[in-house]
DNA sequence: TATTGTTATACTCTATAACTATA
DNA sequence: TATAGTTATAGAGTATAACAATA
């Protein structure tokens, strides 16, 4: 079955036959898939009252461990959103009892945010939904499949630049 | 070497053991990516005067052929934004020049969006570096592994509904 | 001087809906 | 009635920069 990136890759090979490309076919599929699942997502998300940037927040500290804090500074490095959103995103968490800010003991410029006890019981209520929904995303795959693919992105993502932490 | 995904599995394998995570390896992955990869096509667009969108709407006229003309609802299905945005986009683009809006011959509630000779020479000549750039991205790749990387994708695209023209 | 977090601006997109002109 | 395109609203994100407090 073909999908959309075919019928782009055959209009460009009668329009520019002198060109190759086919990392259209990669770069295409990755942009489009990327889209398609993060619409798949928000209905896990949007079932238990989040959106994305809501379940990305509460995730993240949620398995940094307890005491389930973390800077702003640390949130964003683990979300690729700017420090505005991150203020943001934090502000809305806040006004839901799901987070709080405290100043931080070791350094008065900072912030400490943790997941209050309402917050941890949410993210631990959704968290089992959302991995559910992932693998129902995943469902065509094989297991090697898989397996295959997050090795491929992962060394994509390496030559990108992108590293733990 | 590790990314990002990586500490991410191994946080949750140490709060949430009874949990598999192993989808979130993949669309985790795919989230990430799909955003650095965004960051590098940007710098072939602005080389060039553009950005994501209008790259995005001249490509699309360009690689229609002859006559180079679309409507607004061609346009938007094929670049999955809403028909707001479309709107908005044909607006900058005629300001400058690169495209035209003309009332469709067949259709009285129709218009017809076409490459102006000056969108066309714009589109022709950032084409070849935007393939350039793409071909960069992803140089860390075997041959082998782009194709059945792209084959893959495929098939989660043609499972989650995408579908050609 | 540099960093932390917040605030501000202008812009692009989202979702949703209303609206017109036409089919 | 439905469709094509535009317009409008509220909200979340972008990039960029400025800012106060602290390191």
Known sequence: MADHLDFVLDQWARERPDLDVSAMGVIGRLSRLSRLVGTELEKA??????????????????????????????????????????????????????????????????????????????????LPDHVANEERILASLSTEQRAQLAETLRQLLVALGDSPA
Not at 58 to 76: D, E, H, I, V, Y
Request: aromatic share 4%; proline share 5%; glycine share 10%.
């Open 45 to 126: 998300f949007s079932a238990h009252g989040l959106d994305r940037g809501a379940f990305d927040m509460l995730a993240t500290l949620r398995r940094s461990g307890p005491p389930f804090a973390l800077t702003p500074a640390g949130l964003m490095r683990a979300s690729m959103v700017t420090s505005g959103a991150i203020t943001q995103r934090l502000d809305r968490l806040e006004a839901r009892g799901w987070v709080t800010r405290t100043p931080s003991d070791s350094d008065g410029r900072g912030v400490v945010v943790a997941l209050t006890d309402e917050g941890l019981a949410l993210i631990n209520a959704a």
